[in-house]
């Protein structure tokens, strides 16, 4: 993977992401990018485009239309971190 990252693991130039970098930023972390993933992945990223915020977990689970504990179950950890890391999208705000 030839992008570069933050000492976080977060593109540091969003136009980096594709759905093969966000693959591999996965594995890095031990997940397997499924198709569901990858679908809360570019629902995150339409809603930044759309705000300009990344949204929080409660408004992006209702938007999906899944639970908060859906989305822990999944991610089993910060869903809405793990979503903007892959994602090519800005930390969270709330997120530490």
């Not at 930044?48 to 179950?73: E, N």
Request: charged share 30%; hydrophobic share 35%; with cysteine.
């Amino acid at each position: 993977m030839n992008v570069q990252l933050d000492n976080e693991g977060f593109l540091i130039n969003r136009d980096d992401w594709s759905e093969e970098v966000a693959r591999e930023l996965a594995a890095t972390e031990g997940y397997e990018m499924t198709d569901e993933i990858m679908g809360y992945i570019q629902e995150a990223r339409s809603m930044y485009d759309a705000d300009g915020v990344v949204p929080p977990i409660r408004k992006f689970a209702k938007a999906t239309d899944v639970s908060t504990k859906h989305l822990y179950d999944v991610f089993k950890k910060g869903p809405m971190k793990l979503i903007c890391k892959w994602g090519g999208l800005p930390k969270p705000t709330g997120c530490v």
